[in-house]
């Protein structure tokens, strides 16, 4: 059974940072892409972050480039979300996932995506 559980988030102010951490059991890291995404309250969830299988590619939202980091340990099998410079409008649930087969790249699509974390709140006060 593929587990992934989400931890890290907190209320932070504007220009703040968090770091994110996702622990996955159940499936190993270093075979598959994981990403992070967020879903703002009374909006859709949309993608943050990706990284591939192997972990040498990682791809960003617009939104937050420059700003958000991803990274994994895999002896730890944890995939992590570095936020800096947070802005009130970061504020969401944010939730990592994995991709639905391994030695893929790193997807935008959620559908790509098969397991997911309950998520963790980030909240942002400006």
């Known amino acids: 059974q593929v587990q992934l559980v989400e931890s890290g988030g907190g209320l932070v102010q504007a220009g703040g940072s968090l770091r994110l951490s996702c622990v996955v059991s159940?499936?190993?890291?270093?075979?598959?892409?994981m990403g992070w995404f967020r879903q703002a309250p009374g909006k859709e969830r949309e993608f943050a972050a990706t990284?591939?299988?192997?972990?040498?590619?990682?791809r960003y939202a617009t939104s937050v480039k420059g700003r958000f980091t991803i990274s994994r340990d895999v002896y730890k099998n944890t995939v992590y979300l570095q936020l800096n410079s947070l802005k009130p409008e970061d504020t969401a649930v944010y939730y990592c996932?994995?991709?639905?087969?391994?030695?893929?790249?790193?997807?935008?699509?959620?559908?790509?995506?098969?397991?997911w974390g309950q998520g963790t709140q980030v909240t942002v006060s400006s």
């Open positions: 159940g499936r190993t890291v270093s075979n598959y892409a």
């Open positions: 990284i591939n299988w192997n972990g040498d590619t990682t």
């Open positions: 996932a994995t991709a639905n087969r391994p030695y893929s790249l790193g997807y935008v699509s959620q559908a790509q995506y098969d397991y």
